[in-house]
């Protein structure tokens, strides 16, 4: 059983950065691949970025390019999510992911995932 704890959510402002980082532990493996999904009020979670169990690649929704990095966290096991120039619309709760999938690509499905965080909430005002 992996478990997850994400933490650094928060409020700011349009435009603002804040840094999500979530903690694994427990489980089969050393590292795992993992990933960040949200969910805006009355909408879907959806993907937002993933980085594969080693760290070298990683993947992210056309909505955050360029705006958001994934990275593997200094502490073993965490991951963070660096999220600049952030707008109304980022407005979230956030989730972390973790597979047990042992192959090397970044993963960008819900359905592959499986181990979730408790979420931690994002608000961005204008």
């Known amino acids: 059983q992996v478990q997850l704890v994400e933490s650094g959510g928060g409020l700011v402002q349009a435009g603002g950065s804040l840094r999500l980082s979530c903690a694994a532990s427990g489980g089969p493996y050393s590292t795992y691949p993992m990933g960040w999904f949200r969910r805006a009020p009355g909408k879907e979670r959806e993907f937002v970025a993933a980085?594969?169990?080693?760290?070298?690649?990683?993947g992210y929704a056309d909505s955050v390019k360029g705006r958001f990095t994934i990275s593997k966290g200094n502490a073993k096991n965490t991951v963070d999510l660096q999220m600049n120039n952030l707008k109304p619309e980022d407005t979230a709760v956030y989730y972390c992911a973790a597979s047990l999938w042992t192959g090397s690509q970044v993963i960008r499905a819900t359905t592959r995932y499986d181990y979730w965080g408790q979420g931690t909430p994002v608000t961005v005002s204008s």
């Open positions: 980085i594969s169990r080693g760290g070298g690649t990683t």
